[in-house]
C-alpha cells in the first residue's frame, strides 16, 4: 500500500510509468485500488519464465555467435555487390546468381538464430550451416569468377539446406 506522504509521486502519471518499467524480469509493479478500502495499493507481478527456455544447450549458442559473423559477412557481401559488383560490366545472369547468393545467406543467417530452440540443435544448425556454406560459397564463387568449376556443388547445398529446415522439426 502506498503511505499518503507519496500520494505526489504516485499521482504523477510519468513518474508511474516510469516505475513500471521492470528493471529485471519480474519486476513489473501494478498499481490499482483495493475493493473494500478503496485505497491505492502497489502489487508486484510475477512472471514465471518456462525452464525450458533457460536450458538452452552451451554448444547450442555457438549457432548464435556463427549467426553474428555469417551476417556480418552477408552484410559485407551485399555491400560489395550493390557497390561494386552490380556496378561492373558483368553478365546479368552473374549478377542474378551474386543476389540469389546473398539473398540465401541472409535468410539463413535468421535460421541459425532459431536453431538453439530446436530439440536438436548440433543436427539442424550444423546442417544449415554446411547447406549455407556450400550452396551460397559456390554462387558467390560462380558470380565472382565465372568459373563453372564448383556449380556441381550448389544443388548438394541446397539439399543440405533442406535438410536442415525439416531437422528444426524433429
Known amino acids: 500500500m502506498v503511505g499518503d506522504s507519496y500520494n505526489w509521486l504516485w499521482n504523477n502519471p510519468v513518474t508511474r510509468e516510469v516505475a513500471r518499467c521492470p528493471k529485471v524480469v519480474g519486476d513489473l509493479l501494478h498499481w490499482g485500488y483495493s475493493k473494500g478500502s478503496g485505497q491505492e495499493v502497489v502489487t508486484k507481478v510475477v512472471e514465471v519464465v518456462p525452464t525450458d527456455m533457460i536450458n538452452i544447450p552451451s554448444y547450442a549458442r555457438w549457432f548464435v555467435r556463427l549467426a553474428g559473423v555469417s551476417g556480418a559477412s552477408a552484410v559485407a557481401l551485399g555491400a560489395y555487390g550493390a557497390h561494386v559488383f552490380y556496378r561492373r560490366e558483368y553478365p546479368e545472369e552473374l549478377k542474378q546468381v551474386y543476389e540469389t547468393a546473398n539473398?540465401?545467406?541472409?535468410?539463413?543467417?535468421?535460421?541459425?538464430?532459431?536453431?538453439?530452440?530446436?530439440?536438436?540443435?548440433?543436427?539442424?544448425?550444423?546442417?544449415?550451416?554446411?547447406?549455407t556454406a556450400i550452396f551460397c560459397g559456390t554462387c558467390y564463387y560462380y558470380a565472382l569468377t565465372g568459373s563453372k568449376n564448383?556449380?556441381?556443388?550448389?544443388?548438394?547445398?541446397?539439399?543440405?539446406?533442406?535438410?536442415?529446415?525439416?531437422?528444426?522439426?524433429?
Open 103 to 131: 539473398r540465401y545467406h541472409f535468410l539463413h543467417t535468421l535460421a541459425l538464430l532459431g536453431v538453439p530452440l530446436c530439440r536438436r540443435p548440433r543436427v539442424a544448425g550444423s546442417l544449415i550451416v554446411a547447406g
Open 150 to 170: 564448383v556449380r556441381q556443388y550448389t544443388p548438394y547445398g541446397g539439399m543440405l539446406l533442406i535438410i536442415g529446415w525439416l531437422a528444426m522439426i524433429l
